[in-house]
């Protein structure tokens, strides 16, 4: 019974997606892990008092019920010291139990040992897409973080235009993303794997769409793709993807070099090596191009206008140098 409860306590905290990479009770990080002793103590609790007050709500229900034969209203009273006392001092108390932990793990979330060695990560939240920077790498992507195993990540957040909240599920969060303000969390992963992060405020039509892929990597793999997104963009092999570099110059260059900071894009030079468009079409010739033709039909809300105005020629030109890019 009490697993069933519990099971169903799960369910409804998955958000019944059955998609394990969102699975809070199954943390991949010591930060999820904190968070999930934290949801367990205050299940229990939650547990304790339901229970208590339903026996209490039970035995009242039966000792006092209306029996046969006997028509006398019952003694009144008002107000009882004692009693009150009693139910306000263990609410305190159990708010205590649950409040000291809580304190004492959020501000553990954003604290670092001195000698301890992290990997930084400016997150800027956009309507609506993730822009991943690492800044002493020298690198800048967006709807892809790669995090390497067992190190621990510091997320400085920004935000840009409206609230949003950056979350990863498997790992911990949430963290409100605030315009003008800088929030900050420190996550980890303690196994390889892909993981799936969210936006958790309502900020506009594209919210429920504003996904992002977390890539966790081991060591090794994570110095692979740090050299690969360090390296020169590749080289054009072929006509298309020379034509193709001009009608991006042409098209797309306003909001894709982030030169123009008012109408940001995501950065696209290594466009070729992400498994997704916009966060959740699959990266391919096919899907770009129904992408560039009529953005908002896929994600509502979304800031790239529609490119349908090319040559069918030019497009699949535009399409062959962005998967070019790796
Ligand atoms: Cu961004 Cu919801």
Redesign the pocket.
């Known amino acids: 019974r009490g697993l069933f409860v519990f099971a169903l306590f799960a369910l409804v905290l998955t958000g019944c997606s059955g998609h394990e990479s969102l699975n809070v009770l199954d943390p991949s990080g010591s930060a999820g892990e904190k968070q999930l002793d934290l949801i367990k103590l205050s299940f229990l609790i939650m547990l304790g008092v339901f229970a208590v007050v339903i026996t209490i709500y039970i035995y009242v229900l039966i000792r006092f019920r209306k029996r046969k034969g006997v028509d006398v209203m019952p003694k009144q009273t008002h107000g009882n010291t004692k009693l009150e006392i009693i139910w306000t001092v263990i609410p305190i108390i159990l708010l205590g139990i649950l409040a000291v932990p809580t304190v004492t793990t959020t501000f553990d979330l954003t604290k670092i040992a001195q000698d301890e060695e992290v990997v930084n990560v400016k997150v800027t939240?956009y309507?609506?897409w993730w822009e991943f920077e690492y800044p002493e790498l020298g690198i800048k992507t967006a709807q892809e973080l790669h995090i390497p195993v067992g190190k621990k990540i510091n997320f400085e957040i920004h935000g840009k235009d409206?609230l949003?909240?950056f979350w990863i599920p498997a790992l911990g969060g949430k963290v409100d993303?605030i315009p003008g303000r800088v929030t900050n969390v420190i996550l980890d992963a303690n196994k390889p794997g892909d993981y799936q992060g969210k936006?958790?405020?309502?900020?506009?039509a594209?919210?429920a769409l504003?996904d992002f892929k977390v890539k966790a990597h081991s060591a090794e793999d994570f110095d692979k793709w740090v050299t690969q997104m360090q390296a020169p963009p590749a080289e054009l092999t072929t006509d298309s993807e020379k034509r193709g570099e001009e009608v991006f110059q042409q098209n797309c260059l306003g909001c894709h070099a982030g030169i123009n900071q008012s109408v940001p894009g995501p950065d696209l030079s290594k466009f070729g090596t992400r498994d997704t468009i916009a966060g959740m079409l699959k990266n391919n010739p096919e899907n770009l191009k129904k992408w560039l033709h009529d953005p908002q039909a896929i994600k509502a809300g979304a800031n790239m206008p529609k490119i349908d105005y090319l040559e069918e020629k030019d497009l699949d030109a535009l399409v062959d140098y962005l998967e070019s890019r790796k």
């Open positions: 939240g309507q609506y409206v949003h909240s993303v936006c958790a405020e309502l900020c506009g594209g919210h504003m």
